[in-house]
Structure formats: structure tokens, C-alpha cells
């Protein structure tokens, strides 16, 4: 089963009460009040899968499209931060911009408590459904995605893709992660933003790197540690900006080799 909920995308309408719990105005904003009203869904879709006997033979997956909203005031005023410290909000290039929760639970197969580092996307799901289900996927439409049962299992420590690659509506507008390491690049001269991405698609030859950076020492993407001037960085800056060019040439948005 899909669920997409409404919550908590804008506008931010909550209900007065949602099976018999009040929602609005529960929490310091509308926007948190959403997030409640989603938590009592979950709630409710838990229960019935326990109330069916259905919920020991679930795999329940909770995640979510794109990074966080910044536009709450009451839960700014609250201290809330939607991209947990991270550069970026929903649409931006930045890692705020782009991660967010992502839960598997499925009791007797993952162990409970277990945290994994290994960079995916959304449309893994794909695959991993298609590999429950015993479902061949269809190559000439499914390019990328990886399947994500040996991580759930704890039987793979091996990359779920090599590459990572973002797109983002606003600039800077794309991004190559390889490893650690992630590179920013935009249409045009550096630090400014071209029309030509909306109008003509992406000209190769025009993408202008604007950013280096080492997440695995620089997750919030602190511009003082820009390493893109860095000598000891210009091969990377090179390689990496040619893969991704590469690649783009390609169907495949995102490559899992």
C-alpha cells in the first residue's frame, strides 16, 4: 500500500481535532500541527495493521520527497530547526534541501535500533518493492534504482550507488556526489543563476563548478571550507565535473553500478 498524506505541504490547513485528538493549535505552529495530525495517521494505519494481523509480515517504510520548510514562524520563534542544522531548505542544492527521514521497520527481519549511513533515494523504494514482490522491473524505464533489502537485513556493506546526482530549481543548481565528496555546479559564471535551465534544458559546456565540499567533515556545507580553489582538490574538481557530464549524457538521472 502507498500512502501519500496531505501533510504537511502548504497550505497549512490543520483540523480542529483528528480521531478525537485535537490538532490545532496543539503545537507552537501550523506547519507542526500538520506533522502531528501525519503522527496520529501513522498512528492509525499501525493500529489497523496490528488489529489485522497483518503488521508482523509488514515492511513499513516512512520518508519523505524533499528537505524542510522555513516558513513557520511560530516554530521558528519555538527554536525549530526544519533542516536540522543543514544548508538549505525544500528546492535548494544544499543537503537541507534534499534529506530527510527515512524509516524501515519490519519486525523479525530488521533489527530494531539500527542506524545506516549509506546514501539512497527515494526511488530505491522501486526496486526494493519489485525484490519483495519476486517482480522483474522493467530496465527501459527503471534505470537507477538500487534494491534495498541486503541493507534492511544487514547483509550488504557494499555501495548502494556510486553516484548521486541533484537537480535543484533555483541556483546553484546541480550537484555530483561521489564518496564524501560533493561538487555544485551552475549554468553560467560562478555564483549566478541561468534562465537557460528552464528554457533550453542543461548546456553541458556552460556548467561553471561553484563548490566542493567534504561532507563527511562538512555536513552543513560551511562555505569557509569551499574546497574548490584547493590545489590538492583541482584533479577531483576535474573528474568529478567530467563524470557528471558523462552521465548526464545518459537516461539515467542517478547510476547505481
Known amino acids: 500500500m502507498y500512502y501519500c498524506s496531505q501533510a504537511v505541504h502548504i497550505p497549512h490547513t490543520p483540523p480542529v481535532s483528528f480521531n478525537n485528538q485535537k490538532v490545532k493549535g496543539s503545537t507552537p505552529g501550523y506547519h507542526e500541527d500538520m506533522i502531528y495530525e501525519l503522527d496520529l495517521q501513522v498512528g492509525m494505519i499501525v493500529e489497523a495493521l496490528k488489529k489485522s494481523g497483518a503488521y508482523e509480515n509488514t515492511l513499513f517504510i516512512f520518508t519523505s520527497d524533499n528537505g524542510g520548510l522555513g516558513f513557520d514562524k511560530g516554530m521558528i520563534k519555538a527554536g525549530h530547526?526544519?533542516?536540522n542544522g543543514m544548508e538549505g531548505k525544500k528546492g535548494?542544492?544544499?543537503e537541507g534541501g534534499h534529506r530527510v527521514p527515512f524509516f524501515a521497520s519490519w519486525p523479525g527481519k530488521i533489527t530494531p535500533n539500527t542506524e545506516s549511513n549509506e546514501p539512497i533515494i527515494g526511488h530505491d523504494i522501486v526496486a526494493t518493492v519489485a525484490a519483495l514482490s519476486?517482480?522483474?522491473?522493467?530496465?527501459t524505464k527503471v534505470f537507477d534504482s538500487a534494491n534495498l533489502l541486503p541493507y534492511f537485513l544487514g547483509k550488504s556493506d557494499g555501495k548502494a550507488h556510486q553516484y548521486l546526482m541533484h537537480q535543484s530549481a533555483g541556483g546553484p543548481t546541480y550537484a555530483i556526489r561521489d564518496g564524501d565528496f560533493k561538487l555544485i555546479m551552475n549554468l553560467g559564471s560562478k555564483g549566478?543563476?541561468?534562465?537557460?535551465?528552464k528554457s533550453k534544458g542543461v548546456i553541458l559546456s556552460k556548467l561553471t563548478p561553484t563548490h566542493l565540499f567534504n561532507l563527511k567533515d562538512n555536513l552543513n556545507e560551511d562555505e569557509s571550507k569551499n574546497l574548490l580553489d584547493n590545489p590538492k582538490c583541482k584533479t577531483r574538481v576535474v573528474t568529478m565535473l567530467a563524470k557528471f557530464k558523462e552521465l548526464r549524457k545518459t537516461k539515467a538521472a542517478t547510476v547505481s553500478y
Open 134 to 139: 519476486n517482480q522483474e522491473l522493467d530496465k
Open 81 to 83: 530547526d526544519a533542516s
Open 192 to 197: 549566478k543563476t541561468s534562465k537557460e535551465v
Open 92 to 94: 535548494s542544492i544544499f
